[in-house]
Structure formats: structure tokens, C-alpha cells
């Protein structure tokens, strides 16, 4: 039998971190810690079924991870969204230094 309140301390440790590396926008310590999720989780649900923990401290910890998920969500669309833009100014400035290659040689002919 699993300590109920050392697995939620533990679900709210992982929960801790996965608000630091997204904080970070480290992509692959929240890749890393998403791992430990489903195990965090699942000993609480075996507790929460065998009546020995309070369905509502699970609630509020899975409400805090959608929240959690939610926020994630948002800045991997941000960072997204900011790479397409960054890659699109490298492709423009490329071009750009293409079309003045081709002009000054063709200056010099």
C-alpha cells in the first residue's frame, strides 16, 4: 500500500517542475517529465478507488495539470509560430543576398 499523501507530494514535485521547464522553454525537460506523468498519476487513481484518498485533492491536482496542459499547449504554439517567422526572415534575407549577387555580377560583365 502506496502513502497517499507521498504521491500527491510527489505529483505536485513533478507538477513543480514541468511550470519550471515551461517557464524555460526547455522542450526536452518537458518531454522528459511528461514521461513521468501517467506513473505519477496512476497509483493516486488505485488509492482513489480503494477509498483511501480524497477524490477531491485528486481533482484539484488534475485540474492543475489540465491547466498545466493548457499553458503548454500555448507557448509550444507561440515558439511555433515564432520559428516559422524567424525561418521565414533567414529565406527573405537569403533571397535578398541572392538578388544582389546576381546584380553585381552581372555588373561586372
Given at each position: 500500500?502506496?502513502?497517499?499523501?507521498?504521491?500527491?507530494?510527489?505529483?505536485?514535485?513533478?507538477?513543480?517542475?514541468?511550470?519550471?521547464?515551461?517557464?524555460?522553454?526547455?522542450?526536452?525537460?518537458?518531454?522528459?517529465?511528461?514521461?513521468?506523468?501517467?506513473?505519477?498519476?496512476?497509483?493516486?487513481?488505485?488509492?482513489?478507488?480503494?477509498?483511501?484518498?480524497?477524490?477531491?485533492?485528486?481533482?484539484?491536482?488534475?485540474?492543475?495539470?489540465?491547466?498545466?496542459?493548457?499553458?503548454?499547449?500555448?507557448?509550444?504554439?507561440?515558439?511555433r509560430d515564432e520559428?516559422?517567422?524567424?525561418?521565414?526572415?533567414?529565406?527573405?534575407?537569403?533571397?535578398?543576398?541572392?538578388?544582389?549577387?546576381?546584380?553585381?555580377?552581372?555588373?561586372?560583365?
Open positions: 500500500m502506496a502513502d497517499p499523501q507521498a504521491l500527491l507530494e510527489s505529483l505536485d514535485q513533478l507538477r513543480s517542475e514541468l511550470d519550471q521547464a515551461l517557464a524555460a522553454q526547455d522542450w526536452e525537460q518537458l518531454a522528459e517529465l511528461n514521461a513521468r506523468v501517467k506513473p505519477a498519476i496512476e497509483p493516486l487513481m488505485v488509492e482513489l478507488e480503494q477509498g483511501r484518498i480524497d477524490p477531491a485533492l485528486i481533482r484539484d491536482r488534475l485540474d492543475a495539470l489540465n491547466q498545466f496542459v493548457e499553458a503548454a499547449n500555448q507557448a509550444a504554439v507561440k515558439a520559428a516559422r517567422e524567424s525561418l521565414k526572415g533567414v529565406n527573405e534575407n537569403r533571397t535578398a543576398a541572392r538578388a544582389y549577387q546576381n546584380v553585381s555580377t552581372n555588373r561586372q560583365r
